[in-house]
């Protein structure tokens, strides 16, 4: 499984972007055979679960900071994990990466290993 993070950018507070994770898996695979997750990580802070799409049943999972903001979907054309981001706070400045786990953590999603991390991708948000 590989992952390529793109999208971020330099974005005014209340602004929006939309991260893309693209995902390669063998042919005999398919996205719902991964839960997929986006992680965060700020300067001189640990990395923090951001959100999740569980393998099988799709069900989605957002960090308290990001709820009612950030929205996780899928598009199985493209194998491809999108993170829309709106309302964008300077708080959300960190680089963002995409991993994904043939193990679906459900509700520990933020706590799971993930077997396959993808590069970075950095959003600042400054005005």
């Known amino acids: 499984v590989q992952l390529q993070a793109s999208g971020g950018g330099l974005m005014q507070p209340g602004g929006s972007l939309r991260l893309s994770c693209a995902v390669s898996v063998a042919p005999e695979f398919t996205l719902d055979d991964y839960a997929i997750g986006w992680f965060r990580q700020a300067p001189g802070k640990e990395r923090e679960g951001v959100s999740c799409i569980d393998n099988g049943n799709r069900n989605t999972y957002y960090a308290d900071s990001v709820k009612g903001r950030f929205t996780i979907s899928k598009d199985y054309a493209k194998n491809t994990v999108y993170l829309q981001m709106n309302s964008l706070e300077p708080e959300d400045t960190a680089v963002y990466s995409c991993?994904?786990?043939?193990?679906?953590?459900?509700?520990?999603?933020?706590?799971?290993?993930?077997?396959?991390w993808g590069q970075g991708t950095q959003v600042t948000v400054s005005s």
């Open positions: 991993a994904a786990d043939e193990i679906g953590y459900g509700s520990s999603w933020y706590r799971g290993t993930y077997n396959y």
